[in-house]
């Protein structure tokens, strides 16, 4: 019996699941990689040494900018980071602006985020992070020209934050937050053979603060927690008005016989985090940064939850008779973490 491609794609489901557990702790499949792995290191090294010999050289920014990233692949939390980081900010009253390069969009030009914008053009957590913080956003392949771009239209900003970018060596950058979830290293190597998009290291440079989105330092490298709950729920039409989600909500929604739809890199967890919330649900987990071009769920479905990055791909009107509820995040870190970054970024923000 031939193979059709029906039995490809099964295969290479069951291939990326295997790998994606021996990410974790290794195994055969993944030593199998390890000449790749050499490859990615080698060529990751010759890179960073061009920049450091000044053959590549890194751009100038008038402002400082605090990069946002993670060494492993796969949602450890940039944008909640992101998002908690912007709201510190409106406490300290410091003006901030983010770029991104907008995974998921159909082309790599730099642009300014609107309300009006779509996730095809600017990217669902671009889109997210200025809808829910109000903060001017660009996007871009390059980020320094996201960033020159975001100055010319707001140029009363005092800081950027890039959301992702540690790899893109020709931004520069005052500070880097390392975030790590539970995972922390996986098993230690980098891509393909491990999911460390660089080498792990024991210890940080003096420009580095290590955020763990865990309940507890998942690496041997010091840093800060930050606890991670659901804040409640909110009417679809409603959260495109910009109301806030509410636990109460949430909570009158148990009983009902719910539909939890998640186009996360991890799903798992949010589909627990409801569970922890007594809600009974058939969860739905869909591919990251899922489009929502046609409507995942059955059609007979009466209360669908999603997250809030699968919300900005959703509008009111498309959903029809279903009750849609957007599940917003609370992503709190530690009080140390303010007052460490607060210490750090003094120096470079005038009056911080």
């Known amino acids: 019996?031939?193979?059709?491609?029906?039995?490809?794609?099964?295969?290479?489901?069951?291939?990326?699941?295997?790998?994606?557990?021996?990410?974790?702790?290794?195994?055969?499949?993944?030593?199998?990689?390890?000449?790749?792995?050499?490859?990615?290191?080698?060529?990751?090294?010759?890179?960073?040494?061009?920049?450091?010999?000044?053959?590549?050289?890194?751009?100038?920014?008038?402002?400082?900018?605090?990069?946002?990233?993670?060494?492993?692949?796969?949602?450890?939390?940039?944008?909640?980071t992101t998002l908690a980081l912007l709201a510190l900010a409106r406490r300290r009253s410091w003006r901030v602006g983010v770029v991104s390069r907008g995974y998921g969009?159909?082309?790599?030009?730099?642009?300014?985020?609107?309300?009006?914008?779509?996730?095809?053009?600017?990217?669902?957590?671009?889109?997210?992070?200025?809808?829910?913080?109000?903060?001017?956003?660009?996007?871009?392949?390059?980020?320094?020209?996201?960033?020159e771009a975001l100055l010319a239209a707001h140029p009363d900003l005092q800081l950027i934050l890039s959301d992702d970018g540690l790899q893109h060596l020709r931004l520069p950058r005052a500070l880097s937050l390392l975030v790590?979830?539970?995972?922390?290293?996986?098993?230690?190597?980098?891509?393909?053979?491990?999911?460390?998009?660089?080498?792990?290291?024991?210890?940080?440079?003096?420009?580095?603060?290590?955020?763990?989105?865990?309940?507890?330092?998942?690496?041997?490298?010091?840093?800060?927690v930050a606890a991670r709950g659901l804040c409640g729920a909110v009417a679809l039409a409603d959260w495109w008005a910009g109301k806030p989600a509410a636990l109460d909500v949430l909570h009158a929604l148990r009983g009902r016989p719910l539909t939890a739809c998640a186009g996360l890199a991890r799903p798992q967890r949010f589909f627990a985090m409801l569970a922890e919330q007594g809600l009974a649900f058939a969860?739905?987990?869909?591919?990251?940064?899922?489009?929502?071009?046609?409507?995942?769920?059955?059609?007979?479905?009466?209360?669908?939850?999603?997250?809030?990055?699968?919300?900005?791909?959703?509008?009111?009107?498309?959903?029809?008779?279903t009750r849609v509820w957007v599940v917003a995040l609370d992503f709190a870190p530690e009080p140390a973490f303010e007052d460490a970054l607060r210490a750090r970024l003094a120096p470079l923000l005038p009056g911080a």
């Open 283 to 321: 969860p739905l987990a869909l591919p990251d940064h899922h489009d929502f071009a046609t409507l995942p769920w059955p059609a007979d479905a009466a209360d669908v939850l999603v997250t809030e990055k699968d919300a900005v791909k959703l509008r009111p009107e498309r959903v029809g008779a």
């Open 105 to 147: 969009r159909t082309d790599g030009a730099v642009r300014l985020v609107t309300r009006a914008a779509t996730p095809a053009e600017v990217g669902d957590e671009p889109l997210l992070i200025h809808l829910r913080s109000g903060a001017p956003v660009a996007v871009g392949a390059d980020r320094v020209a996201a960033a």
């Open 180 to 224: 790590f979830d539970e995972r922390g290293f996986g098993n230690g190597a980098v891509l393909p053979a491990g999911p460390l998009r660089q080498p792990a290291r024991a210890t940080l440079r003096a420009d580095e603060l290590v955020l763990y989105n865990a309940t507890a330092p998942s690496t041997p490298l010091p840093g800060f």
């Open 1 to 80: 019996m031939q193979a059709g491609p029906g039995r490809d794609v099964g295969l290479a489901a069951r291939l990326a699941a295997r790998l994606q557990r021996e990410w974790l702790v290794g195994g055969p499949l993944a030593a199998a990689l390890t000449p790749l792995a050499w490859l990615y290191r080698g060529v990751a090294a010759l890179r960073a040494a061009l920049y450091r010999a000044g053959l590549l050289r890194v751009a100038a920014l008038p402002v400082p900018v605090l990069v946002v990233g993670n060494w492993i692949v796969g949602g450890a939390g940039k944008t909640p």
